[in-house]
């Protein structure tokens, strides 16, 4: 568990300073006068209040499992946290951690149907009706089981409190591993996602005058984003992914590019499989940082899956962690404000290293192994892995190479000629 960093009274800057006004009382002249500064100071810095660096994070939703064999595991986050305090990533002034509150359960009517939540909820009770299975609810990717509506509500709610914090005030990140259901439609579950607590979030921050942009890096094309936003253009909605011909969900070619006032606001990247750091970057650094530079969104929510990597046992990219601090390191450096969201990653050690290498690149600090050095520190996994949050740099062999760098030169010279000049921007 983390080490005490919970927003409590005691940490507030009220009591810091009323403990200092109750020691002058019979103090020197001297004292009084070092205690006047201390507290000019702190009226100072007020002004310019600390930024903070958010954890949504329950022990609890760690613990919940769709069924054994299912490869989504939310113990993720679990192992993540165990890396933070391990690499000493979790003890600054300015971060917190917060249990969400559960949110209000209209809110998920900003994007998903009454109906379907209520299917949602019989589902939880052991009911079985076709219009779960229409709703693809107790498929093989969609189990029914037990606490699927609570673990799905609780989930959302840190991605919901998340963007809220960020909307509120003085949080310029907020990340919650347990978000990033970028699957789910109005009226249906996909690709282990039941609630889609992006979209539900975005709907809201829109309706409160946000501009937000999406940024979607999971391997999987987030299809059920791009629906929820597709005809508007308060969202940019950008999505990185395997292209649709070998990865679910099929969809993401980059000539769905938005509708009506949407028009050009839905960016798809495909890439090809086997695509690797030196390609994926390629594609990223010559899109991305134009589009957003061109949005200046208020908030940019990032959608950080990690089954782009080359280890990931349900997609076909080649990242490494080499990589996907680049692309990290690139968002945190465009946006004024960041939620991040874990989504998809299934080698289960490799995502929360990646994970782990976000949070520090997102908060500005550099990973130091706090067990370096002693004998039976290792806490999981095959003793080289455990040892190491990095990835030697990997590069697929020549002719693959060419065959993705080909792929990703199209699409990038598609975007740059049909969604670049709806902007204004010249390449
Ligand atoms: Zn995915």
């Given amino acids: 568990m983390f080490r005490g960093l919970r927003m409590t009274s005691a940490e507030c800057p009220e009591s810091s300073l009323t403990n200092v006004v109750r020691f002058t009382k019979g103090s020197s002249s001297l004292c009084r006068g070092l205690i006047a500064a ?81 299917l949602l909820k019989k589902g939880e009770k052991g009911e079985v009706s076709v219009e779960m299975f229409r709703a693809g609810l107790g498929t093989e990717d969609n189990p029914l089981f037990k606490t699927m509506y609570q673990y799905a509500l609780e989930a959302s709610s840190g991605t919901y409190e998340g963007a809220m914090m960020l909307c509120r005030g003085n949080v310029r990140f907020a990340f919650n591993p347990f978000g990033g259901f970028h699957h789910a439609g ?48 308060r969202v940019l909605n950008i999505s990185l992914h395997e292209s649709g011909e070998t990865l679910y969900p099929g969809t993401g070619s980059e000539t ?14 495909p890439l090809r499989e ?66 991040a969201l874990g989504s998809g990653g299934y080698n289960l050690f490799r995502t929360a290293a990646l994970w782990t290498l976000a949070w520090a690149v997102f908060c500005g600090l550099q990973p130091h192994d706090l067990h370096s050095g002693i004998v039976g520190g290792m806490m999981y996994g095959p003793e080289t ?43």
């Fill in 38 to 118: 201390i507290i000019e100071d702190r009226n100072r810095n007020r002004e310019e209040p600390m930024l903070i660096n958010a954890l949504m994070y329950s022990y609890d939703l760690t613990r919940h499992e769709y069924k054994p064999s299912h490869p989504f595991k939310p113990v993720r986050a679990r192992l993540m946290s165990e890396l933070l305090n391990r690499y000493g990533l979790i003890s600054e002034e300015n971060q917190r951690i917060v249990a969400p509150p559960l949110m209000d359960e209209e809110l998920l009517y900003l994007f998903h149907t009454r109906e379907y939540i209520e």
């Fill in 186 to 233: 109005r009226d249906y579950a996909g690709g282990f996602c039941y609630i889609n607590d992006i979209a539900v979030a975005i709907a809201d921050l829109v309706r409160k005058g946000q501009r937000v942009a999406y940024v979607d890096i999971d391997a999987h094309h987030g299809d059920g984003v791009q629906d929820a936003f597709y005809k508007t253009d």
């Fill in 256 to 269: 769905e590019t938005g509708a009506n006032e949407g028009l050009g606001y839905n960016v798809n990247i």
């Fill in 274 to 339: 086997g695509t690797d750091d030196e390609v994926y970057l390629l594609a990223f650094e010559s899109l991305i940082p134009s589009l957003i530079e061109s949005f200046k969104p208020d908030i940019v929510v990032a959608n950080i899956g990690c089954d782009t990597h080359k280890d990931d046992p349900l997609a076909h990219l080649n990242l490494t962690s080499n990589g996907y601090k680049k692309v990290i390191s690139i968002i945190n450096d465009l946006s004024p404000k960041i939620l």
């Fill in 385 to 427: 892995d455990a040892g190491q949050l990095d990835d030697p740099p990997y590069s697929v062999g020549d002719w693959e190479k060419e065959q993705c760098l080909v792929h990703a030169r199209r699409v990038i010279d598609f975007i740059k000629n049909n969604i670049f000049p709806l902007h204004g921007i010249t390449r």
